[in-house]
């Protein structure tokens, strides 16, 4: 395959750059708060929406221009490479669900409003019993007339303080196999009986929460897909998690990648040869990285296939090393001014990068789905 933008492509990425340059949108990330934090993801979300360059992929008859992924892939590359915030990585996890899964009613309430940035999202997946085994999950749905009860708890729900709402799977049968009697319900987080609480990660980022659901009423109109859906949706999210084409890995792999350049330099190690090869091995892998995401998008171009498969966790695999491999880099170029020196925080990112090998599942789930489901090894 031809691995340089076509004349298409290269006239967006000009016209994207041009705007990245323009746009001098505030960081969250950067926020000292969540209050501050809030307006600041909605608005940069809203911006790209504003600019056309958010819904790229999605279908002209549900707001999108119906573009190739490659597009979605050039937007991450110039983001990054523009130091801007990250691409909000839930519009192509839920809005994307919505759209295969979702009724005519809620595309027309829930994807304008995602795109536009008046509703943050979170996955209310895992649960204190239930992680890397989310069959196991307790949190149930009881159906009463039109709605459905829902008790239970949910814990490392990402961005669960900043969000609006909920993409909550909850157990609505226990008859069967237990991946068979999973729902997928669309919830704000403003209803009675729902109680969020941040919970800080070891560099104090209050990132990630516990949900508690007590009685929690949801309409039957916000049911996504049929009752026992959940599982095959979920299955379908984390394709897109996992994928570094759909998300904001490759930009903030690129972004380590010049701190990590900068403090050689301000620390006089950019010509220690150790160090220069470790910073090639790095530029090596992340542009290997983009290349097996371009593989894997031109492939589902011409075989037309809308959604990535199981190939998305070869991605996540390769993210993950590189991500924490590039954290441990920084470290031993800071050395010991990292406990001594106050101006220097190299260990805040450094202890999220670990978070890589859980999120969207443990490598050793991405190793046993490539093994059993893309190269058919038998199973031990």
Known sequence: MDYLDSPEEAEFRTRLRKWLADSNVPDWRKASSIEEARPLIRQ???????AGYLALTWPVAEGGQGLSPVYNMILNQE????????????????????????TDEQREKFLPATF??????????SEPDAG??????????VRHGDTWVVNGQKLWTTYAVYSDWCFLLARTSSEGPKHRGISAFLVPLDTLGVQVRAVHLANDDPETGEVFWDNVEIPDKYMLGNPGDGWKIAMSTFTYERNP???HVMSELRA????????????GVLDDPVIRRRLADMYTRIEGLQYVGLEQVSARVKAAIAQPGEESSVGKLLWTYAGQQLQHLILDIVGARTVVDT????????VWSRVLSVLGGTAQIQKNILAWRVLGLPRA
Do not use: K, V
């Open 79 to 102: 983001i990054g490479a523009a130091e801007c915030p990250e691409y909000p990585g839930t519009i192509n996890i839920f809005a994307r669900m919505i759209s295969i899964h979702g």
């Open 245 to 247: 084409a759909e998300t």
């Open 116 to 125: 536009n940035g008046d509703i943050i999202w979170c996955q209310g997946f």
């Open 256 to 267: 380590w990648l010049r701190e990590a350049e900068r403090l050689a330099a301000t620390h």
């Open 132 to 141: 890397s085994d989310l069959a196991n999950m307790s949190t149930s749905a």
């Open 44 to 50: 940069w979300t809203s911006a790209l929406n504003d």
């Open 343 to 350: 101006r220097i925080d190299p260990m805040h990112d450094y």
